[in-house]
Protein backbone atom coordinates (compact mmCIF):
# COMPACT_ATOMS: atom_id res chain seq x y z
CA UNK A 1 0.00 0.00 0.00
CA UNK A 2 2.32 2.62 0.93
CA UNK A 3 4.55 1.85 -2.72
CA UNK A 4 1.12 2.39 -4.36
CA UNK A 5 0.21 5.45 -2.29
CA UNK A 6 2.93 7.15 -3.33
CA UNK A 7 2.79 6.46 -7.12
CA UNK A 8 -1.27 6.81 -7.82
CA UNK A 9 -1.49 10.23 -5.56
CA UNK A 10 0.89 11.77 -8.15
CA UNK A 11 -2.00 11.32 -10.35
CA UNK A 12 -5.03 11.00 -8.40
CA UNK A 13 -4.44 14.84 -6.29
CA UNK A 14 -5.00 16.78 -9.70
CA UNK A 15 -8.64 15.14 -9.54
CA UNK A 16 -8.88 15.80 -5.80
CA UNK A 17 -7.79 19.10 -6.06
CA UNK A 18 -10.10 19.75 -8.48
CA UNK A 19 -13.36 18.16 -6.66
CA UNK A 20 -12.73 19.45 -3.55
CA UNK A 21 -11.51 22.72 -4.47
CA UNK A 22 -8.28 22.04 -2.61
CA UNK A 23 -6.24 25.57 -1.70
CA UNK A 24 -2.50 24.36 -1.21
CA UNK A 25 -2.29 23.87 2.49
CA UNK A 26 -5.11 20.96 2.20
CA UNK A 27 -3.40 19.77 -0.88
CA UNK A 28 -0.15 19.21 0.99
CA UNK A 29 -2.45 17.51 4.04
CA UNK A 30 -4.05 15.27 1.66
CA UNK A 31 -0.94 14.18 0.24
CA UNK A 32 1.70 13.74 3.36
CA UNK A 33 -0.86 12.65 6.11
CA UNK A 34 -0.56 9.07 5.44
CA UNK A 35 3.03 9.00 5.17
CA UNK A 36 2.84 11.34 8.22
CA UNK A 37 0.35 8.70 10.08
CA UNK A 38 2.49 6.11 8.20
CA UNK A 39 6.02 7.46 10.91
CA UNK A 40 3.69 7.69 13.82
CA UNK A 41 2.36 3.86 12.97
CA UNK A 42 6.01 2.79 12.39
CA UNK A 43 7.19 4.15 16.58
CA UNK A 44 3.66 2.34 17.57
CA UNK A 45 4.74 -1.29 15.80
CA UNK A 46 6.91 -2.81 17.99
CA UNK A 47 4.93 -2.54 21.07
CA UNK A 48 1.42 -3.42 19.04
CA UNK A 49 2.85 -6.66 18.08
CA UNK A 50 4.85 -7.44 21.36
CA UNK A 51 1.36 -7.18 23.12
CA UNK A 52 -0.74 -8.69 20.60
CA UNK A 53 1.83 -11.27 18.44
CA UNK A 54 3.03 -10.77 15.11
CA UNK A 55 0.45 -12.26 13.13
CA UNK A 56 -2.56 -10.78 14.76
CA UNK A 57 -0.65 -7.17 13.77
CA UNK A 58 -0.07 -8.30 10.56
CA UNK A 59 -3.98 -8.95 9.54
CA UNK A 60 -4.84 -5.81 11.65
CA UNK A 61 -3.20 -4.01 9.48
CA UNK A 62 -4.53 -5.47 6.26
CA UNK A 63 -7.47 -4.64 7.62
CA UNK A 64 -6.62 -1.06 8.26
CA UNK A 65 -5.59 -1.44 4.20
CA UNK A 66 -9.08 -1.94 3.67
CA UNK A 67 -10.77 0.59 5.55
CA UNK A 68 -8.52 3.12 4.61
CA UNK A 69 -9.22 2.60 1.01
CA UNK A 70 -12.61 2.03 0.82
CA UNK A 71 -12.86 5.07 2.68
CA UNK A 72 -10.88 6.88 0.47
CA UNK A 73 -12.49 5.97 -2.60
CA UNK A 74 -15.74 6.90 -0.98
CA UNK A 75 -14.82 9.88 0.17
CA UNK A 76 -17.88 13.03 0.11
CA UNK A 77 -15.96 15.43 1.07
CA UNK A 78 -12.40 16.58 2.01
CA UNK A 79 -12.66 15.60 5.68
CA UNK A 80 -13.06 11.87 4.81
CA UNK A 81 -10.29 11.64 2.20
CA UNK A 82 -7.86 12.68 4.71
CA UNK A 83 -9.65 9.92 7.83
CA UNK A 84 -9.23 7.23 5.19
CA UNK A 85 -5.73 8.51 4.49
CA UNK A 86 -4.55 8.78 8.40
CA UNK A 87 -6.49 5.34 8.97
CA UNK A 88 -4.34 3.59 5.97
CA UNK A 89 -0.77 5.53 7.20
CA UNK A 90 -1.53 3.79 10.32
CA UNK A 91 -1.67 0.36 8.87
CA UNK A 92 1.17 1.03 6.72
CA UNK A 93 3.40 2.36 9.17
CA UNK A 94 2.57 -0.98 11.74
CA UNK A 95 3.33 -2.95 8.56
CA UNK A 96 6.48 -1.20 7.49
CA UNK A 97 7.99 -2.49 11.18
CA UNK A 98 6.07 -5.34 12.16
CA UNK A 99 5.92 -7.48 8.74
CA UNK A 100 9.37 -7.87 8.52
CA UNK A 101 9.78 -9.45 11.54
CA UNK A 102 6.86 -11.56 11.19
CA UNK A 103 7.96 -12.88 7.79
CA UNK A 104 11.38 -13.31 9.62
CA UNK A 105 9.82 -15.48 12.18
CA UNK A 106 8.09 -17.95 9.75
CA UNK A 107 10.76 -18.30 6.72
CA UNK A 108 12.96 -20.72 6.51
CA UNK A 109 16.34 -19.91 8.07
CA UNK A 110 18.18 -20.07 4.11
CA UNK A 111 15.47 -18.13 2.76
CA UNK A 112 14.40 -15.11 4.95
CA UNK A 113 16.56 -12.67 3.41
CA UNK A 114 15.64 -13.55 0.00
CA UNK A 115 12.13 -12.83 1.50
CA UNK A 116 12.50 -9.91 3.39
CA UNK A 117 14.35 -8.29 0.23
CA UNK A 118 11.41 -9.42 -2.26
CA UNK A 119 8.84 -7.57 0.84
CA UNK A 120 11.58 -4.42 0.18
CA UNK A 121 11.74 -4.67 -3.54
CA UNK A 122 7.48 -4.76 -3.68
CA UNK A 123 7.33 -1.32 -2.16
CA UNK A 124 9.04 0.08 -5.13
CA UNK A 125 6.84 -1.95 -7.60
CA UNK A 126 4.31 -0.40 -5.88
CA UNK A 127 5.29 2.85 -6.85
CA UNK A 128 5.67 1.88 -9.80
CA UNK A 129 2.27 -0.20 -10.16
CA UNK A 130 0.73 3.32 -9.12
CA UNK A 131 2.51 5.38 -11.74
CA UNK A 132 1.34 3.19 -14.44
CA UNK A 133 -2.36 2.79 -13.11
CA UNK A 134 -2.68 6.63 -12.66
CA UNK A 135 -2.04 6.74 -16.32
CA UNK A 136 -3.99 4.23 -17.76
CA UNK A 137 -6.64 5.50 -15.44
CA UNK A 138 -5.91 8.71 -17.07
CA UNK A 139 -6.40 7.92 -20.39
CA UNK A 140 -9.08 5.72 -20.19
CA UNK A 141 -13.00 7.56 -21.35
CA UNK A 142 -14.01 7.64 -17.91
CA UNK A 143 -16.25 10.37 -16.50
CA UNK A 144 -13.95 13.18 -14.67
CA UNK A 145 -15.46 12.66 -10.85
CA UNK A 146 -14.66 8.97 -10.94
CA UNK A 147 -11.35 8.77 -12.30
CA UNK A 148 -9.63 9.67 -8.53
CA UNK A 149 -11.82 7.25 -6.61
CA UNK A 150 -10.78 4.32 -9.51
CA UNK A 151 -7.34 5.02 -8.85
CA UNK A 152 -7.55 5.07 -4.91
CA UNK A 153 -10.27 2.02 -4.94
Known amino acids: TLGYDVGIMAAAIQHIE ?3 RLDSFRKEVAMGSLNFVAAAGALLGGAVANKWGRKPTVILTCWLFVVGTVGMALAPNYEMLVAGRIVTGLGVG ?6 PVFLTEVAPTKKRGKINTIFDVAINGGILLGYLVG ?7 ISYPYKWRLMLG
Open 18 to 20: VEF
Open 135 to 141: FCVEVLP
Open 94 to 99: VAVVVT
